[in-house]
């Protein structure tokens, strides 16, 4: 008897929650860039005109989504919420939210920095494309191209293990892709902001503002492929430590490497050009700080002062990396989490020659104390698989040529429960298998 994890319908949903996640991700990046951007105030009339557009776009969405499910809910409108889409309907009661917020706000809101965040937000999906298309020509191509030349060459089959000849849509990949957004979204910011300090400080002609885009660019190109060479070093050796982690991992690495590349890439050209199309000079807000900085510079002031304070932030960053690494260690470990629904599987063997009917009625009793709801809450029971007679070639079955096992019996039970409970359950019906098997 053993505990096991129905696996499939959970993997099916994870590729598509990661898909899904991934990209509300990415909006809610720019909704929080649009934000951090803004600066100056906000005209009152302009303001509410883009809050009740917005409250009346999202809310529309919103009654569109659930009016699309209202058939499948029998005409019921909360359950036909209930059923709509979590990541859609978090999105626009979100937008509507921000919308009453816009249109109803007492006090001065900043001005919305929209040509920034376009910029931004254009980065994101062109990153992505880049990092799908290096997956999907780039990889093959050069798969073909080494191929030859690892046949008797140690160092070029280890990179042909980079470029596999094919890298699907998977749950792996879909993670590398989702994991590397934040950092698409890192190169281009750090662009775009050291352009914008380049711009509050530059004439307002057109060669002005081309050099200032330039210099901004060329300031930050180094910091920004030395950043996306470490991430690269970080994330790609994961595929290359060989077994079934180095193949598990691999797809993983090597999509996030694809999209660090190619947001490298973006924010080195196209930011820039986008920055010379979207970007005024007579729009710059004034430079000053902003409101972190009122919370931020006390301390770093404080942590500079004196080596005293010195001496107690680097004792505090070496006490935090010993108990980080404290908590690491207590941690268990496992190649995969226990994940999916948990079940309970007992592999019935009886004794050679046992018929099929004595396997089959011994089998009934523990179905019987299953659905005993005295000794299981009928709530948490959720399915029970019997199979009588078990595949597989014995002496017997090769003697009396029947290829099914009739003492064999395979029982799974799912179980909505929690790790202890499932413990517990595992060792109450191992005695009661125990008891009416007779082992």
């Not at 046992?354 to 959720?382: G, H, M």
């Given at each position: 008897i053993g505990i096991v994890f129905e696996q499939s319908s959970f993997v099916e949903q994870s590729v598509e929650g990661v898909a899904r996640e991934g990209s509300l991700g990415a909006v809610f990046a720019v909704i929080i860039i649009l934000i951090f951007l803004s600066g100056g105030t906000w005209n009152l009339r302009g303001r509410r005109l883009t809050g009740a557009i917005m409250g009346a776009l999202f809310l529309g969405l919103l009654l569109l989504l659930v009016a699309s499910n209202l058939d499948a809910a029998g005409n019921d409108w909360g359950e036909a919420f209930a059923q709509s889409d979590t990541v859609l309907r978090v999105l626009f009661i979100v937008g509507f939210i921000a919308s009453i917020i816009i249109l109803a706000y007492p006090g001065n809101l900043p001005d919305p920095a929209w040509r920034a965040t376009v910029v931004i937000a254009v980065s994101i999906p062109l990153s992505i494309m880049i990092a799908l298309t290096g997956m999907y020509w780039i990889s093959p191509a050069m798969h073909d191209l080494i191929s030859p030349l690892a046949e008797n060459n140690a160092f070029f089959e280890f990179v042909l293990r980079l470029f596999p000849e094919q890298l699907t849509l998977n749950i792996m990949t879909l993670s590398g892709l989702t994991v590397a957004v934040g950092r698409v979204v890192d190169d281009s910011i750090v662009v775009l902001e050291n352009i914008f300090r380049q711009l509050q400080s530059t004439e307002n002609t057109r060669e002005a503002k081309l050099e200032a885009i330039r210099q901004g660019t060329r300031d930050v190109s180094a910091a920004i492929f030395t950043a996306t060479l470490i991430a690269v070093v970080v994330f790609l050796p994961l595929g290359l430590t060989g077994g079934l982690i180095g193949a598990f991992f691999l797809p993983f690495g090597l999509a996030v490497t694809y999209a660090l590349i190619g947001s490298f890439i973006v924010a080195v050209t196209v930011v820039p050009v986008l920055a010379f199309m979207f970007l005024s000079i007579e729009d710059m807000p004034e430079e000053g700080d902003i409101w972190v900085a009122d919370y931020y510079l006390p301390v770093l002031r404080w942590a500079l002062s004196s080596k005293i304070s010195k001496a107690i932030v680097l004792g505090l960053a070496v006490l935090s990396f010993f108990f980080a690494m404290y908590l690491f260690s207590q941690r268990p470990?496992?190649?995969?989490?226990?994940?999916?629904?948990?079940?309970?599987?007992?592999?019935?063997?009886?004794?050679?020659?046992?018929?099929?009917?004595?396997?089959?009625?011994?089998?009934?009793?523990?179905?019987?104390?299953?659905?005993?709801?005295?000794?299981?809450?009928?709530?948490?029971?959720?399915?029970?698989?019997?199979?009588?007679?078990?595949?597989?070639?014995?002496?017997?079955?090769?003697?009396?040529?029947?290829?099914?096992?009739?003492?064999?019996?395979?029982?799974?039970?799912?179980?909505?429960?929690?790790?202890?409970e499932l413990a517990i359950f595992e060792e109450q019906i191992d005695l009661e298998a125990k008891r009416i098997f007779n082992t």
């Open positions: 470990f496992a190649f995969l989490p226990n994940f999916g629904e948990p079940q309970i599987q007992v592999n019935v063997t009886m004794p050679p020659g046992t018929s099929i009917i004595t396997t089959d009625t011994l089998v009934r009793e523990l179905e019987a104390y299953l659905t005993n709801p005295d000794n299981i809450d009928p709530e948490k029971l959720k399915t029970i698989q019997v199979t009588v007679g078990g595949g597989g070639a014995n002496f017997e079955s090769l003697l009396t040529g029947n290829s099914v096992d009739e003492s064999r019996a395979n029982i799974i039970i799912g179980l909505d429960v929690s790790q202890e």
